[in-house]
């Protein structure tokens, strides 16, 4: 029987925070929300505040996963992102970036391949 959606998304985001804490990124927040839209994860590494977009998929048959952050979900991340701003200020330079995660078994893939797209759009 396959995971619920909100399972396997919450599964996703976790393997990608595990993958950006392995290569020594802060996670400063996960899931932030605000009534402008979500960020899957806010981390921190190098002088760099990343808003990370998570995006899972079995395989890559029907595109790859960064292609399904459109520009309407790119606007509502950047709304997400500036109000997440104006409450915390900081030094850090802020960009927007994917991560694919691809899982053919779902939660049953012991080694899912992560692929990290730094600066994967602009608004």
């Known amino acids: 029987m396959a995971a619920p959606k909100r399972e396997l998304g919450d599964w996703g985001e976790e393997k990608a925070a595990e993958y950006l804490r392995w ?3 802060h996670i400063r ?3 932030f929300s605000c009534r402008l839209g979500e960020i899957d994860i806010i981390a921190s590494r190098f ?3 990343a808003f990370v977009e998570v995006k899972l998929r ?3 048959s029907h595109g790859e996963a960064k292609e399904f952050v459109t520009a309407q979900k790119q606007r509502r991340i950047a709304a997400a992102a500036a109000f997440f701003l104006s409450a915390h200020e900081t030094e850090l330079q802020p960009r927007f970036d994917v991560i694919e995660v691809y899982a053919p078994q ?3 893939t012991l ?3 992560i692929n990290h797209i ?3 759009f602009e608004v």
């Open 106 to 108: 779902g939660m049953d």
């Open 118 to 120: 730094p600066a994967a």
């Open 58 to 60: 079995r395989d890559d």
């Open 29 to 31: 927040e996960r899931n």
């Open 111 to 113: 080694h899912p391949k």
């Open 47 to 49: 002088g760099v505040l």
């Open 23 to 25: 290569r020594g990124w």
